[in-house]
């Protein structure tokens, strides 16, 4: 006997569309293992929505995506140029999933949905960052204003339970240090000019030509998407009102082949690090390139990799990575958070 | 404004003790934090037990502890032979906490103490083995009835989240396998065999010495403490009923020197593996020392070290692993339990 989950979806790039995909593949597993199943009852892209009460087809929605249709031309459910936002108010849901891009100036068109969802009584699961760095401490008070939870385990690593641990496992302990590699991006530049002597130029032409860097990489190589997930750490793990003032940002473009050898010849690894150090009562927050020891659990990741480490008081340093080839584990993550929602555990 | 949360406490040995150690030092940041008092209504141990509804002196009790004078000592509190399982039953609290000594043979006397307090009307959280080995689906098909939960994160690799991060956070996607480094007594003396050239008697006097070895160590250099945890990631994280008929055992204690540099010679480690691999629609279940590559995550983990790898279907490959020296760790994560009981998150 299973219970039917109605949700909507904001975004189908790659987060949205993999997440169809994983939830066409897994439903069964879904219904057996949680007793919920999970109902599509609108989504919205850049061409406009579609709605349906009684659930819309997430495969077709899916492969529309994968040939670059927009589900306003999906017969008979489609509304060309239907908002997000629109589309959040006219549906009756339990849900929103809101995986639009991330948008760091305004957080739109991200914010609003969440604001509307939670507003109707929507609980609201996030892959956009935009949001949570620039309005976290009000939307966590909407939510809990309106007796709902807000999510948002896949928005710092993927699908790395990097959120999750830090706010649940460490719970009652106190967090001294928090060392993170948090952007993909970065981490395969780096350990591809580390283990393969490519020069920074060529290493971040191979992640462009692997999908995982942008034509105009600057949020990446810069730092400001690894300064992005520590203010949501540092906010949500840490307790700790956070924005990007906090933080202090210095990205890899500046690193050369030489850096490197000088770092090895010393025992060490150069990666970009994102710190957050206790000072005192409060933390000290930066995004670095920082020449680690060479067995520093996060000196050793690979260039898929992302990782973090905790260090506590009472429950000693965990460490956590993750070994994930393209997006999909962030669809991943997005789907624990719609269930754990719900299921007893 | 915090909210009393009343316990009682089976077992003061190390865990036990550790965390009423923990809360003494924690209780504001707790308070602040989650808006949560535990208060100690009852404890017991091998001399008796101590109640008190107004609340135990948390402290007195540790220090009690701490010279290895028994509870049922305490002026006023104390009750000379009075069982754990009386203690429970005497007493109304919101939680129980079962630290008993593990006992494989018959899981008491923590098992009584379990079924009681659910009875009763308790959420459980659990450190000791023994109940969840011998009676998982019957002891969680009890607490659904009673509409209560009953944890036991501490249960495998102590502070690591082994538990937590397969059963929530790998929600929706399958588990293809399951990899787990889940006794430190034996990886203490393997890395020392390893790193150092010890031999395994004297590695292990070294384990002992450190108090991390038992005087009669069977359970941990037999592989049968390793098997006991994957027995419960099996039963929690798989959904597979599983007891110990279902997993090969084969321990350490026939490793040596030359067996490791053989392995060395070949690029690998070897390691006491715990090992769940997917056959079919079932899983093939072991413990036994492996030569693991030296770049796998297992293979890194350091004398203090336990660890786990999630190889999974859309989530790729989680790695988790704890750097703790001594038992402290195991009562953080009691403590995690019981704030996760109540927090919000």
Redesign the interface.
């Known amino acids: 006997m299973t219970r039917d989950i109605r949700f909507t979806l904001v975004g189908l790039g790659n987060i949205g569309r993999n997440l169809l995909d ?1 939830l066409v593949h ?1 439903q069964e ?2 219904a057996r ?2 007793g919920l199943r999970f109902v599509l009852v609108g989504a919205a892209d850049s061409s406009g929505a579609a709605l349906d009460p009684a659930g819309l087809d997430m495969a077709a929605i899916r492969d529309h995506k994968l040939v670059r249709r927009g589900v306003a031309t999906l017969p008979g459910v489609g509304r060309a140029g239907m908002s997000a936002l629109e589309m959040v108010r006219a549906v009756t849901a339990d849900v929103l999933v809101e995986a639009a891009p991330t948008n760091l100036q305004s957080g739109q068109p991200g914010l609003d949905c969440v604001r509307a969802a939670l507003d109707a009584g929507h609980h609201v699961v996030m892959a956009d960052k935009g949001p949570l760095v620039l309005a976290f401490d009000d939307l966590m008070a909407q939510a ?1 204003a309106a007796e709902r ?1 807000l999510a948002f ?1 896949g928005t710092v690593a993927g ?3 990097t959120v ?2 830090g ?8 967090v001294e240090r928090v060392e993170g590699i948090f952007n993909g991006t970065t981490n395969y530049i780096l350990t591809r000019m580390e283990a393969e002597g490519l020069s920074y130029a060529e290493a971040l032409q191979g992640a462009q030509a692997a999908g995982i860097a942008e034509a105009d990489p600057t949020l990446d190589v810069d730092g400001w998407d690894a300064a992005n997930k520590l203010i949501i750490i540092a906010n949500s793990v840490l ?1 700790r009102p956070t924005t990007l003032e906090d933080v202090t940002v210095e990205g890899i473009r500046a690193l050369t082949l030489d850096d490197l050898a000088a770092a090895r010849a010393g025992g060490k690894v150069i990666k970009l690090l994102a710190l957050a150090k206790r000072m005192g009562d409060d933390y000290a927050l930066s995004v670095r390139p920082t020449a680690l020891p060479k ?1 520093h ?1 996060m000196a ?1 990741t690979g260039m ?1 990799d992302m990782g973090v480490v905790y260090h ?1 008081d ?12 393209g997006p ?2 962030t ?3 997005v ?2 958070d ?3 929602l719900y ?3």
């Open positions: 994983i897994r597993a879904i293992d949680y809990r939870r385990s699908g790395l339970p999750n641990i706010v649940r496992d460490l719970a009652g302990s106190g307790r067995d659990p050793r898929w506590t009472y429950m000693g340093v965990i460490s956590a990575v993750i070994e994930a080839e999909v584990a669809s991943a993550a789907l624990r719609m269930i754990n299921a007893a555990s």
